[in-house]
Structure formats: C-alpha cells, structure tokens
T-cell receptor, first 117, second 117 residues
Framework: AQTVTQSQPEMSVQEAETVTLSCTYD???????LFWYKQPPSRQMILVIR??????QNATENRFSVNFQKAAKSFSLKISDSQLGDAAMYFC??????????????FGTGTRLTIIP | NAGVTQTPKFQVLKTGQSMTLQCAQD?????MYWYRQDPGMGLRLIYY???????DKGEVPNGYNVSRLNKREFSLRLESAAPSQTSVYFC????????????????FGPGTRLLVL
C-alpha cells in the first residue's frame, strides 16, 4: 500500500516571500500521479497542482511549482510571492496510474500554512 | 455549473440514528467518491463508484452504505450512527473516458460536517 508523509504540521511565511512545503511518499509502482490540494477555512478541497510521474519536467501553475524527485520519492510544493489568500491547509496526495476502478487518492496529513502580513 | 454539491452542510445526530448524505455533480463525470476527514489525518476513502451502477469499498467502509442513484448522484448512508463517525465528509468526482486519456483530477464538494453525540 502507498503512504504519503507530510512532516511539517505547520509552516509560516511572510507575505510576498517564498515557502516550500515537503511531501514524501512510498510506493513500489513506477507510474502514478501526485497532487497538491489546498483546503481553506471554507473546508472545500481545491486542486493546486498535479504531476504525472512519467514526466520529468516539474509542473508549474502561476506562483505554484513543484520539485519532483522520483528516485527520492519526494514531491515538494513551492509557493512564490505568498499572498494572504494562500493561507490554508495543504494536502499532498498520491494515486496509482490509470486502471479502471482504481482511482483512490491517498492523502498525507496536511500542512497548515500561515501567511504573516 | 455548480460542480459538486453536498447536503446538508452540517448535521447533529444522536447515537443510533440514521441519515443520508447527499452528493450531486453536474460535470457529467463517471466516477464519484466519498471521503472522511478527521483531525490530524488526511482524507480517507470510504466508498467509490467508478461508473453508474457500480460501487466499491475504500479504506474505511465499515458502518456506511452507498447508492449510486444515477450518473449525477452518489449518496452515503449511516444506518446507525456512532460517535466514531463524527467527521467531515467530502464527496468528489472525476472523469473517465473509455479508451482515451484519463483525467486524473478529482473535484471536491464543500463538505458535510457531522457530529454524533
């Protein structure tokens, strides 16, 4: 079974600065997908960014980028130019490669990010 | 386009009572999921439905039943609520295209907060 570990329960960053959230995972599979989800106080889960394991290029979405190290099984999220609206709980998630009926996401325990004005 | 909607937003039950959590999506997605989120833990999959008419157990199915009523709706039922089922419940959906590229992203509803006394 796959496991996802987020070792930083809480992080804080000054507004406009850069912060990196860590995520490691354990799997014996070679093909899979990784995600970062954001959960603001409204509790809704919002997709931030995703990475396909077969792609060597790191995914980017505006101010959000990942550092995907497949050999090290590491998938960190970098938030540049932090904004007050980035304050939320961030979850790293893993799912296996496409297979009918096998679409389960495995989540880490989350990192609470605080933005300091 | 409302995405994924859940009702109710909040519910208080007494031990032994039953209730059904409703979920609907208007994105014409084939796959739907129910997760629970407990403090200090990531989301855990309760049940999922890969397509209309099919359901499968996830990581924590005990004490729950589900019904995939049609392509849009996926309900979660607690037959005899227990305090251990106090949690926030999330419904999600994702797209699967037969024979084509699978869209991996799961879209989440706003959550239902359930308190069992």
């Amino acid at each position: 079974a796959q496991t996802v570990t987020q070792s930083q329960p809480e992080m804080s960053v000054q507004e406009a600065e850069t912060v990196t959230l860590s995520c490691t995972y354990d799997t014996s599979e070679s093909d899979y997908y990784l995600f970062w989800y954001k959960q603001p106080p409204s509790r809704q889960m919002i997709l931030v960014i995703r990475q396909e394991a077969y792609k060597q290029q790191n995914a980017t979405e505006n101010r959000f980028s990942v550092n995907f190290q497949k050999a090290a099984k590491s998938f960190s999220l970098k938030i540049s130019d932090s904004q007050l609206g980035d304050a939320a709980m961030y979850f790293c998630a893993y799912r296996s490669a496409p297979a009918f009926g096998n679409e389960k996401l495995t989540f880490g325990t989350g990192t609470r990010l605080t933005i300091i004005p | 386009n409302a995405g994924v909607t859940q009702t109710p937003k909040f519910q208080v039950l007494k031990t032994g009572q039953s209730m059904t959590l409703q979920c609907a999506q208007d994105m014409n997605h084939n796959s739907m999921y129910w997760y629970r989120q407990d403090p200090g833990m990531g989301l855990r999959l309760i049940y999922y439905s890969a397509s209309e008419g099919t359901t499968d157990k996830g990581e924590v199915p005990n004490g729950y039943n589900v019904s995939r009523l049609n392509k849009r709706e996926f309900s979660l039922r607690l037959e005899s609520a227990a305090p251990s089922q106090t949690s926030v419940y999330f419904c999600a959906s994702s797209e699967r295209v037969a024979g084509g590229p699978l869209r991996e992203t799961q879209y989440f509803g706003p959550g239902t907060r359930l308190l069992v006394l």
